[in-house]
Nanobody, 115 residues
Framework: QVQLVESGGGLVQAGGSLRLSCAAS????????MAWYRQGPGKQREFVAC???????EYANSVEGRFTISRDNAKSTADLQMNSLKPEDTAVYYC?????????WGQGTQVTVSS
């Protein structure tokens, strides 16, 4: 069983920065993908960014150039550096770990951006 624990959320003013962290524990494939999703008030959960174990990345258009995902394979962690935050970035951010048919989620961390 894999467990994911997020940390680093909080309240920040527009234009500010936050760094989210996700720590994974348990048995997992070496070819997993670590990703971040978010769910804003009254919205569906949406993809934010992901990084494969080989370092390749993908970002949602809405965060491209402002957010950076990174991971430490040795520590099984994934971070999301969020810069130039906007009020529309307000959401619960979820860490996701997946491979093959396996799909694991963290409990989420709240990010609130005030205008």
């Amino acid at each position: 069983q894999v467990q994911l624990v997020e940390s680093g959320g909080g309240l920040v003013q527009a234009g500010g920065s936050l760094r989210l962290s996700c720590a994974a524990s348990g048995r997992m494939s070496s070819t997993n993908v670590m990703a971040w999703y978010r769910q804003g008030p009254g919205k569906q959960r949406e993809f934010v960014a992901c990084m494969l174990r080989d370092g390749s990345t993908e970002y949602a258009n809405s965060v491209e150039g402002r957010f950076t995902i990174s991971r430490d394979n040795a520590k099984s962690t994934a971070d999301l550096q969020m810069n130039s935050l906007k009020p529309e970035d307000t959401a619960v951010y979820y860490c996701n770990l997946s491979w093959d048919t396996y799909d694991y989620w963290g409990q989420g961390t709240q990010v609130t951006v005030s205008s």
